[in-house]
């Protein structure tokens, strides 16, 4: 008798998964001799077991022995960008500005891939960087099976106001570069342009608060050649704020009529606090943020993102500033996700920003409940039509087996040797099934 529960076996489409530890989001702690029922029609998860009786030595297909694995709900990235790759490969400006649609296109399919493979289920994906509205449609082929990769939810393109996020060129007007952002001002036009992105297909708005957006004052050196500024003045490039209050509100409250989650960037405490008052779900890398912008989260109930991997990246000298900064957020009780703003790193590396979470002085059981059910809460919750990233009956069977348990051994995420996304298996024993 392979059953657990008598008579499952009558309907074909459904099967177990047996485990012997099992992190549970919601309880933020580890429990023992859980047994999942599937429907890998739906890819629900129907029951939750808790076994009393042993389970035989040996599984019979098609149930799935997963006891002497660490077992979490499949991971969710709540920052990524799928068409960037490791800035240390190429760099931005001349991924966006050089690299063809179709290559960068190919490069996806293949960053997308190998997260799965990392055991992330779910990407937010925020910002397309010059591909237009391309990951609307990228999403569409992962959720029609054409390929293997997370679920998706994309922003299409960013909100920035007029002149505010752009490929940077000095030849202004004589070469034609991919736009980087749906540029928008005044409160009728933030509203104007949220509807745009909601039309060309997109499941979360994200908006720049503030940037580095005088870069063309003193500009830096471009191309091969290029004569250095001779004496640029200490404020060469300074962050500054984007919109005004009005124009953030009216962004969240047109997003919010339409059941869609806003993701603001944001580095400094005044951006922070603007776009926290706002009433953004998320507020992305809060790199200079202060005292101030810690509140505005707090009041607002905020998740805080604060995409470690990439400072580490592309600031190093910025990354402990960042690592005390979400310890302080975490001892004041803001909700924490894990994004690393991946793309800026390699994909498939996104498991670094839980390590730098982690050493940043959150406890373990802290940061998987930022990588799996916040990066849930991070997608708009229940607005985004799915559950995931938790355990229940009806959610979604994204379920991952890692060797080791990431209590004594944080490495363990990175052993990943199990993953199921939607009741279907992509990996197995630590290898890859082909799809
Ligand atoms: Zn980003």
């Known amino acids: 008798m392979r059953n657990i529960r008598p008579g499952l076996s009558e309907g074909a489409e459904m099967f177990q998964i047996h485990t012997s530890s099992v992190f549970d989001p919601k309880k933020k702690a580890f429990r023992k001799d859980l047994s999942f029922v599937v429907n890998s029609k739906t890819g629900l998860i129907m029951d939750i077991v808790s076994r009393l009786e042993p389970l035989p030595e040996k599984i019979s297909p098609p149930d799935i022995d997963l006891r002497g694995l660490t077992v979490l709900p499949g991971l969710v990235d709540a920052h990524t960008h799928i068409f960037l790759h490791a800035y240390t490969e190429t ?17 996806a399919t293949n960053h997308v891939r190998k997260a799965l493979m990392a055991g992330y289920t779910t990407y937010r994906d925020l910002g397309t960087e010059g591909m237009e509205d391309a990951d609307a449609s990228f999403r569409d082929t992962i959720n029609r099976g054409i390929i293997p990769g997370p679920r998706l939810f994309v922003a299409t393109q960013i909100l920035a106001s007029s002149g505010g996020y752009e490929i940077r060129q000095e030849n202004t007007g004589k070469t034609v570069v991919p736009l980087i952002s749906d540029a928008a001002d005044g409160p009728v036009g933030v509203r104007a342009a ?51 209050q009005d124009e953030i509100n009216a962004t969240v409250s047109e997003a919010k009529a339409a059941q869609c989650p806003v993701a603001a960037h944001a580095g400094s405490d005044a951006a922070v606090i603007m776009a926290a008052n706002a009433g953004v779900l998320t507020i992305e890398h809060g790199n200079e943020a202060d005292h101030g912008g810690l509140a505005a989260m707090k009041a607002n109930k905020v998740i805080f993102v604060p995409t470690l991997a990439a400072i580490e990246a592309i600031f190093r000298d910025g990354l402990p500033k960042c690592m005390q900064l979400t310890k302080r957020a975490y001892q004041m009780g803001i909700k924490l996700a894990t994004g690393g703003d991946t793309g800026a790193f390699s994909h498939g590396e996104n498991v670094r920003e839980l390590e730098l979470m982690l050493e940043s002085g959150v ?38 087996g890692i060797k080791g348990d990431p209590r004594d051994d944080f490495q363990a995420l990175r052993r990943v040797s199990f993953v199921m996304k939607d009741g279907k298996v992509y990996k197995r024993d630590g290898t890859a099934i082909e799809v």
């Open 194 to 244: 949220v509807r745009r992105r909601l039309g060309a297909g997109a499941d979360v708005i994200k908006i720049y608060a503030d940037y580095r957006r005088r870069q063309l004052r003193f500009p830096m050196q471009a191309w091969p050649g290029a004569l250095p500024i001779q004496f640029p003045p200490t404020n060469r490039n300074p962050n500054i704020l984007q919109f005004t």
């Open 91 to 107: 760099p931005s400006l001349n991924q966006m500005r050089d690299e063809s649609f179709v290559e960068r296109i190919v490069r």
């Open 363 to 400: 406890p373990v059981e802290e940061v998987l409940t930022a990588a799996t059910l916040h990066g849930w809460e991070s997608c708009g919750g229940d607005w985004c039509g799915r559950r995931f990233g938790f355990w229940e009956k009806g959610a979604t069977a994204d379920i991952i």
